[in-house]
């Protein structure tokens, strides 16, 4: 008997729910402008246009010609609005173009005024600043951390301004040159302050007999420069460098014809450099 009453019961609520159900859908579908459906929808058409603007905005930031332009941006239902000022007709219609292939945007209102005058904003330009010390900062670790003589030392390394600053310990004076060698090679390094202290100062620059402190600096410069170029070689350790009296050697083995002429005009770019004698054999005879 109890059975039959919870199976009853169940029955009720189940009919119950059914004609709750049918009741909303009959009142939505003869009531379709009612302020709960209507207030529903705004509220997420608001939060797509949101989304749309951050997109848009984010793009802008990407772009290395647009990021120093104050751009403004609004969205009304997927319809994108830019404000601001641009100096030249050029960047008006890549802004639009950039907003118009952005996801979530159906049409682009371009109100951007052209103006020869307009310099890029103040922020923008700090903010490209710290962007490019950011990036010099990541580059110069990288190198630091690849290079043969340097890995592992505890170099410290800032930028500001486009300005290296280097601190920490390594143990040689080459060592010393090699890290500040290193950071004047990165694009756009204005300059240097190298504040590496060395842990044995008196070790000899130059211990092979003949060979002057001088003609090691040639080579440990060449060694690094073509180090800061060992993505277009095979094996850029496979080279060997020697200098005598500013009269420079390169042997050893490169992996075509393009890499020993890149060797050799490399090694022409440094100070000091009388003459090169290119003995570099070519490993795969290309």
Do not use: W
């Amino acid at each position: 008997m109890k059975t039959e009453k919870n199976k009853l019961g169940r029955k009720l609520v189940a009919a119950g729910t059914l004609v709750i159900l049918a009741s909303a859908l009959l009142y939505f579908y003869f009531y379709p402008h009612s302020p709960v459906p209507r207030a529903a929808g705004e509220v997420l058409q608001q939060a797509s246009d949101a989304t749309t603007t951050g997109k848009v905005a984010s793009a802008f930031a990407l772009s290395k010609r647009l990021s120093a332009y104050d751009i403004g941006v609004t969205t009304q239902a997927a319809v994108v609005t830019l404000t601001g000022r641009v100096p030249s007709e050029i960047d008006k219609e890549l802004a639009e173009n950039v907003a118009q292939d952005t996801t979530g945007v159906k049409q682009v209102l371009n109100q951007l005024q052209v103006e020869p005058t307009v310099k890029p904003s103040e922020v923008s330009l700090r903010e490209s600043g710290r962007i490019a010390d950011l990036e010099i900062q990541a580059d110069l670790r990288e190198r630091l951390a690849t290079s043969p003589e340097l890995a592992g030392k505890p170099i410290q390394v800032s930028v500001q301004n486009r300005t290296v600053t280097l601190t920490g310990q390594v143990e040689t004076p080459a060592q010393k040159t090699g890290a500040e060698q290193l950071a004047r090679s990165l694009a756009n390094v204005a300059a240097v302050t190298n504040q590496l202290s060395v842990s044995n100062p008196a070790t000899a620059q130059a211990e092979v007999p003949g060979i002057s402190a001088k003609d090691t600096e040639i080579s440990r410069q060449i060694g690094f420069a073509l180090f800061t170029e060992r993505e277009n070689f095979q094996d850029v350790g496979a080279i060997k460098v020697e200098c005598k009296q500013g009269r420079v050697t390169l042997s050893g083995t490169v992996g075509s014809r393009a890499e020993r002429a890149l060797a050799l005009r490399i090694a022409r770019e440094v100070k000091d450099v009388a003459t090169i004698n290119n003995q570099l054999q070519v490993a795969t005879g290309i």
